[in-house]
């Protein structure tokens, strides 16, 4: 399976897990990461599994999921900050909004068309030894499919106020993030802050387009 292509489904996935949990995770104490993760998992495979929409490609529905209930459960801007490395110090405070914008968007975007993909796929954890203390974690899974080699995922998470945030995803120990950092820094060298944006932003675009022929 490429990698990149890996990435973009079990991205799609977890963010379909942190979906399912928003309005508990809101109304009761802070879930422990692991907790959180492994509860939801069983049960969103059996929803995707079972919805008609999702499985007939409805992009734009998965759009809305993510949309409103996905995003409170990631920090994109830390996500941002990582994938465009250094240079995100040269950016202004307005830039810096723009392109964690952009970024979301090309996130969402992308991972949406993989979640239609999900069909048989099963979730082994990994066990986790995770301290009341800790305020960053890994979380191990290994995603199995019948006929295709067993992927190590690794969920990056840190504590804030307001709960446990994603700010990376490792697969088979590539980050989802510093995978984008080498096409991010070509571009700010070839056109500075302003091109990566207007190259994000072009890309959205182009995505957009493309589901909405669908």
């Not at 800790?134 to 190590?152: F, K, M, S």
């Not at 969920?155 to 995803?169: A, C, H, Q, R, T």
């Amino acid at each position: 399976m490429n990698m990149l292509n890996a990435m973009k489904r079990l991205l799609a996935f977890f963010c379909t897990c942190l979906a399912l949990i928003a309005p508990a995770a809101m109304a009761a104490d802070v879930v422990a990461p692991d907790v959180l993760v492994r509860d939801v998992t069983n049960e969103v495979l059996a929803i995707v599994r079972a919805d008609k929409a999702i499985q007939a490609g409805d992009t734009h529905r998965v759009i809305q999921l993510v949309d409103a209930k996905v995003l409170p459960h990631f920090d994109f801007r830390r996500m941002t900050m990582l994938a465009v490395g250094r240079d995100w110090r040269d950016a202004t405070p307005a830039q810096q909004t723009r392109l964690t914008e952009a970024f979301r968007t090309l996130l969402v975007r992308t991972y949406s068309n993989a979640l239609t993909q999900y069909r048989d796929q099963v979730i082994d954890f990994k066990p986790n030894r995770i301290a009341d203390t800790d305020t960053r974690v890994q979380i191990r899974t290994e995603v199995r499919q019948a006929g295709a080699q067993p992927i190590g995922i690794d969920y990056m998470l840190e504590k804030s106020d307001k709960g446990w945030k994603v700010f990376d995803v490792v697969v088979a120990g590539v980050s989802l993030v510093t995978n984008y950092r080498s096409s991010f820094s070509q571009e700010v060298r070839s056109g500075g802050i302003d091109g990566l944006i207007r190259s994000i932003e072009d890309k959205n675009r182009s995505l957009e387009s493309e589901q909405a022929r669908k």
